[in-house]
């Protein structure tokens, strides 16, 4: 079993920062992938960037030079740092744990409102 707790959220303005924290407990493969996804009211969920254990990431094309994730494996943590934020970045935001023959994990989710 894993647990994942996202913290991190909240209101900013437009052309603003976050960044967010997951942190990992429990079974946690030695090999995996951990994401950031995000939902916005009556949308479907959608992937916001993945990292690999080794380092390798993909994002969305929406948040290409503006959002970074990392991640720090003695911590058990990843990160995802959130620059130039848009009124349309406003979401949930998820954290997953995937890997290879396992159920994916997601956290309970942290809200970000970017408003003015």
């Known amino acids: 079993q894993v647990q994942l707790v996202e913290s991190g959220g909240g209101l900013v303005q437009p052309g603003g920062s976050l960044r967010l924290s997951c942190t990992a407990s429990?079974?946690?493969?030695?090999?995996?992938?951990l994401g950031w996804y995000r939902q916005a009211p009556g949308k479907q969920r959608e992937l916001v960037a993945v990292?690999?254990?080794?380092?390798?990431?993909n994002y969305a094309d929406s948040v290409k030079g503006r959002f970074t994730i990392s991640r720090d494996n003695a911590k058990k943590t990843v990160y995802l740092q959130m620059n130039s934020l848009k009124p349309e970045d406003t979401a949930v935001y998820y954290c997953?744990?995937?890997?290879?023959?396992?159920?994916?994990?997601w956290g309970q989710g942290t809200q970000v409102t970017v408003s003015s």
């Open positions: 997953r744990l995937a890997g290879s023959y396992i159920n994916p994990y």
């Open positions: 429990g079974s946690i493969p030695s090999i995996n992938v």
């Open positions: 990292i690999s254990t080794g380092g390798g990431t």
